[in-house]
């Protein structure tokens, strides 16, 4: 234990030294330095960035969760997000360098007007406080728990307070992880993010696929690897299946709607995610680190679905929760010093979410309320600090708020669920937005507030409630969305802007793009599709006693 302790604290003080020594002449001072690094990143920190932001606890936790129950089905939020990023890499991301925008709502700004950013600074906020970040520090300490035994190292401390351990234990560690985190977001600025997380990343690709080798190493015995992956196909060959049947929770056909939509909304339009790639030095280095991000997600099935496939293995028959199957997997095929390198790694993959979501949550407050109507023209240090102060109200309400979802059943699933209520609404405004040139700003004022508005009625309003439970969530997601983009369009025809909008580059960065952009991003494509080629069952499609 004690050497598992120790190699944890040397991983994680290792990653905060060297990011220190790398970052500290940083400008921490001006809005541009603080929230866009300058406008310095390249693609190695972009993709470094991107990965670990994504790749936090909700994914190593609840997509091995998600695989523990449904099987290969579930690796369609990784393999279907390598074509959100092209997509991401060809249309979204030289519209939002050539505005040179610091946020989404900003973009919105520009196209439509100013309300319609505060309204999406809105929606941001209050979807990034109550949803993400607390998901963030939950998730991230339930797999902390099950790595490191949290509640055997207390002891009996809990006890002699007169808590439950296991719930004293999580509360620990939201609090413990959401004040590191904090720390790095609000002292830091995102160059201090983007580094951090490219360091931890080269660690979680390290540890992700250390933790497959030794649980398929330990199920094959003598055989090694080898025999264990074999094992692993012969026992769940039906679970082997790229093509989700009606009983999972990613159907097929929900893939085409619901499932594709918020792929595309989280990789081309989440503040949290894009914010570094508004902050490459030029098109061609912020398209280079989108496709890059998308070669290494073609590899995340390997560390986010067969690790909770390989605890099905191995724990079936036992009353676990999913959401805990990863944590429990780690615990019992690591030896102790890997186990606290690898608790070092999950540490940092909770912290770069959390301190990106939180970093996310100061720019958009800070560029997009407090300069623009809280307090115009405030200098640049009021705004940089307003930012701060922000950011540690909304850490500590997170920090609350999170130990309330151990009740949830599968945390994954409630994630998605409850980023439909503002993925749908901003990503249909902001393809209308970029696709159409006389569509008003009313339409999109009306299109955000109704179908946020719509989509949290459904989900918890009852009669309403049945329409969603008569269809798949994600289905109903996709009707919401196609609404949506008619209302904007035929708005768009009986009361078009007076004159056709304008794209103008304002110079922020180099626009010339990446000349293998395209050839990169169709093979990417083609690999998706050969994968679910390779590993699709239809015939789970049939209807039942067919």
Same mark, same amino acid.
């Given at each position: 234990?004690?050497?598992?302790?120790?190699?944890? &604290?040397?991983?994680?003080?290792?990653?905060?030294?060297?990011?220190?020594?790398?970052?500290?002449?940083?400008?921490?001072?001006?809005?541009?330095?603080?929230?866009?690094?300058?406008?310095?990143?390249?693609?190695?920190?972009?993709?470094?960035?991107?990965?670990?932001?994504? +790749?936090?606890?909700?994914?190593? *936790?609840?997509?091995?969760?998600?695989?523990?129950?449904?099987?290969?089905?579930?690796?369609?939020?990784?393999?279907?997000?390598?074509?959100?990023?092209?997509? @991401?890499?060809?249309?979204? +991301?030289?519209?939002?360098?050539?505005?040179?925008?610091?946020?989404?709502?900003?973009?919105?700004?520009?196209?439509?007007?100013?309300?319609?950013?505060?309204?999406?600074?809105?929606?941001?906020?209050?979807?990034?406080?109550?949803?993400?970040?607390?998901?963030?520090?939950?998730?991230?300490?339930?797999?902390? @728990?099950?790595?490191?035994?949290?509640?055997?190292?207390?002891?009996?401390?809990?006890?002699?307070?007169?808590?439950?351990?296991?719930?004293?234990?999580?509360?620990?560690?939201?609090?413990?992880?959401?004040?590191?985190?904090?720390?790095? /977001?609000? $002292?830091?600025?995102?160059?201090?993010?983007?580094?951090?997380?490219? &360091?931890?990343?080269? !660690?979680? $690709?390290?540890?992700?696929?250390?933790?497959?080798?030794? /649980?398929?190493?330990?199920?094959?015995?003598? !055989?090694?690897?080898?025999? !264990?992956?074999?094992?692993?196909?012969?026992?769940?060959?039906?679970? $082997?299946?790229?093509?989700?049947?009606? #009983?999972?929770?990613?159907?097929?056909?929900?893939?085409? =709607?619901?499932?594709?939509?918020?792929?595309?909304?989280?990789?081309?339009?989440?503040?949290?995610?894009?914010?570094?790639?508004?902050?490459?030095?030029?098109?061609?280095?912020?398209?280079?680190?989108?496709?890059?991000?998308?070669?290494?997600?073609?590899?995340?099935?390997?560390?986010?679905?067969?690790?909770?496939?390989?605890?099905?293995?191995?724990?079936?028959?036992?009353?676990?929760?999913? %959401?805990?199957?990863?944590?429990?997997?780690?615990?019992? *095929?690591?030896?102790?010093?890997?186990?606290?390198?690898?608790?070092?790694?999950?540490?940092?993959?909770?912290?770069?979410?959390?301190?990106?979501?939180?970093?996310?949550?100061?720019?958009?407050?800070?560029?997009?309320?407090?300069?623009?109507?809280?307090?115009?023209?405030?200098? #640049?240090?009021?705004?940089?600090?307003?930012?701060?102060?922000?950011?540690?109200?909304?850490?500590?309400? /997170?920090?609350?708020? /999170?130990?309330?979802?151990?009740?949830? #059943?599968?945390? $994954?699933?409630? +994630?998605?669920?409850?980023?439909?209520?503002?993925?749908?609404?901003?990503?249909? *405004?902001?393809?209308?937005?970029?696709?159409?040139?006389?569509?008003?700003?009313?339409?999109?004022? &009306?299109?955000?507030?109704?179908?946020? =508005?719509?989509?949290?009625?459904?989900?918890?309003?009852?009669?309403?409630?049945?329409?969603?439970?008569? @269809?798949?969530?994600?289905?109903?997601?996709?009707?919401?969305?196609?609404?949506?983009?008619? +209302?904007?369009?035929?708005?768009?025809?009986?009361?078009?802007?007076?004159?056709?909008?304008?794209?103008? %580059?304002?110079?922020?960065?180099?626009?010339?793009?990446?000349?293998?952009?395209?050839?990169?991003?169709?093979?990417?494509?083609?690999?998706?599709?050969?994968?679910?080629?390779?590993?699709?069952?239809?015939?789970?499609?049939?209807?039942?006693? =067919?």
């Amino acid at each position: 234990m004690l050497l598992t302790l120790l190699s944890f &604290l040397f991983f994680t003080g290792l990653v905060a030294l060297l990011t220190w020594l790398i970052t500290r002449r940083d400008d921490h001072e001006s809005t541009g330095g603080y929230f866009l690094a300058g406008r310095s990143l390249t693609f190695p920190l972009i993709a470094g960035s991107l990965l670990l932001t994504n +790749l936090s606890t909700e994914q190593m *936790v609840g997509l091995n969760g998600a695989a523990f129950n449904d099987g290969l089905c579930v690796m369609v939020w990784e393999v279907v997000a390598v074509i959100a990023l092209v997509f @991401m890499a060809w249309f979204f +991301l030289p519209r939002f360098l050539k505005s040179g925008v610091a946020t989404v709502p900003e973009y919105l700004e520009i196209r439509f007007d100013h309300q319609t950013q505060v309204i999406t600074n809105l929606i941001f906020l209050v979807a990034y406080v109550g949803i993400l970040l607390p998901i963030i520090l939950y998730t991230g300490a339930t797999g902390m @728990m099950g790595i490191l035994d949290v509640p055997s190292m207390l002891g009996s401390l809990p006890e002699s307070l007169g808590v439950d351990a296991q719930t004293f234990s999580l509360w620990l560690i939201v609090w413990m992880v959401g004040i590191i985190g904090s720390i790095y /977001a609000l $002292f830091g600025g995102l160059r201090t993010v983007a580094v951090s997380d490219t &360091l931890n990343g080269i !660690g979680l $690709f390290v540890g992700g696929f250390m933790i497959t080798g030794f /649980a398929l190493a330990q199920l094959g015995g003598d !055989g090694g690897i080898s025999a !264990g992956a074999e094992q692993i196909f012969e026992e769940q060959r039906a679970r $082997f299946n790229s093509i989700g049947g009606k #009983e999972t929770s990613v159907p097929f056909w929900t893939i085409f =709607s619901g499932i594709f939509l918020l792929n595309l909304f989280y990789w081309t339009t989440n503040q949290q995610i894009i914010q570094r790639t508004f902050g490459a030095s030029s098109l061609a280095e912020g398209q280079k680190g989108v496709l890059l991000t998308g070669a290494f997600k073609l590899l995340g099935p390997l560390y986010l679905v067969l690790p909770g496939m390989i605890a099905y293995t191995m724990f079936q028959g036992t009353d676990i929760k999913a %959401d805990t199957a990863y944590g429990l997997l780690v615990n019992q *095929v690591l030896p102790g010093p890997l186990t606290g390198f690898f608790a070092a790694v999950m540490i940092g993959a909770i912290l770069s979410s959390f301190n990106s979501a939180l970093n996310s949550s100061c720019t958009l407050f800070s560029l997009g309320l407090y300069r623009n109507v809280i307090r115009n023209g405030a200098s #640049e240090h009021e705004v940089v600090r307003s930012g701060k102060v922000f950011g540690w109200v909304v850490a500590i309400a /997170a920090m609350g708020i /999170a130990p309330l979802l151990a009740k949830t #059943e599968s945390i $994954f699933g409630y +994630l998605q669920k409850m980023n439909g209520m503002y993925f749908i609404p901003i990503f249909a *405004v902001v393809l209308i937005g970029m696709v159409t040139r006389r569509v008003p700003a009313i339409a999109a004022k &009306l299109a955000l507030i109704a179908g946020f =508005s719509i989509i949290a009625i459904g989900y918890f309003v009852p009669p309403f409630d049945r329409v969603v439970a008569s @269809m798949h969530e994600f289905q109903f997601l996709g009707v919401v969305f196609a609404w949506l983009l008619t +209302l904007m369009l035929i708005i768009g025809e009986i009361a078009p802007r007076e004159t056709e909008f304008v794209q103008e %580059d304002v110079g922020a960065v180099d626009m010339t793009p990446w000349k293998l952009a395209m050839p990169a991003g169709l093979i990417l494509i083609a690999i998706v599709i050969t994968i679910y080629v390779t590993f699709a069952d239809f015939s789970v499609l049939a209807p039942a006693g =067919s």
